[in-house]
Structure formats: C-alpha cells, structure tokens
C-alpha cells in the first residue's frame, strides 16, 4: 500500500509561481496512475491535473490548463505540480492520490498541502 506525503505549499501572491511536491512510499511508484486535487473551503474536491500509468498520458482541469504541468522523478518516487500565474481562485488545500491499479480508485491520499494566494 502506498503512502503519499505533500510538500511545498504556502502564502504567495497572484501571478507567483510554487512547485508542490509529492514523495510515496510503500510501493511500486510506476505502477500508479497519480493525480493532484484540491479543495477550497466550501467547495467540493476538485481535479487538477493526473498521468496514466498505463499510457503516460497527462490530463489537466479546465481551470489550470496552461498553467500548471506536472512531472516526476521516478528515481525519487516523486510527483510534482508547477503552478505557475497563481491567481486567487488557486487557493485551496492540494492532495496527492494514487489510484489503485486493482480497484481504479482513488483510493490513496496525502494529508494535503495548504496554498493561499493573495491578490
């Protein structure tokens, strides 16, 4: 089983740039599908951005596409998420999930990291 821990957030302005970080553990990393997601307050999880594992193939919400991109270090197991021209809207607490090769689901989740951006 996999374990997922976030790193990286923080205040910033609009316009800022932050690198999210996401470390796992615990098993075999290439064999996940990975995806980011957030949550404002009040709102409910939303997508952001996700790579195949089958097909490497990487999806992206509506709301960052062309924004945000993500990569990986396999080496280090690790999972990034360049959010860059942050706007306000960006605000929210940014989860690491992997999906379960066996059941499809998102059945694996950071605790989260907070980004605030002040306009």
Same mark, same amino acid.
């Given at each position: 089983?996999?374990?997922?821990? =976030?790193?990286?957030?923080? #205040?910033?302005? &609009? %316009?800022? $740039?932050?690198?999210?970080?996401?470390?796992?553990? *615990?098993?075999?990393?290439?064999?996940?599908?990975?995806?980011?997601?957030?949550?404002? =307050?009040?709102?409910?999880? #939303?997508?952001? &951005? %996700?790579? $195949?594992?089958?097909?490497?193939?990487?999806?992206? *919400?509506?709301?960052?596409?062309?924004?945000f991109?993500?990569?990986?270090?396999?080496?280090?197991n690790?999972?990034?998420?360049?959010?860059?021209?942050?706007?306000?809207?960006?605000?929210?607490?940014?989860?690491?999930?992997?999906?379960?090769?066996?059941?499809?689901?998102?059945?694996?989740?950071?605790?989260?990291t907070?980004?605030?951006?002040?306009s």
């Open positions: 089983q996999v374990q997922l821990v =976030e790193s990286g957030g923080g #205040e910033v302005k &609009a %316009g800022d $740039s932050l690198r999210l970080t996401c470390v796992a553990s *615990g098993g075999t990393f290439s064999s996940y599908s990975m995806g980011w997601f957030r949550q404002a =307050e009040g709102k409910e999880r #939303e997508f952001v &951005a %996700g790579r $195949s594992a089958t097909t490497g193939t990487i999806f992206y *919400g509506n709301a960052v596409k062309g924004r991109n993500i990569s990986r270090d396999t080496a280090k690790t999972e990034y998420l360049q959010m860059n021209n942050l706007k306000s809207e960006d605000t929210a607490i940014y989860y690491c999930s992997a999906r379960n090769p066996i059941s499809s689901s998102w059945d694996f989740w950071g605790r989260g907070r980004v605030t951006v002040s």
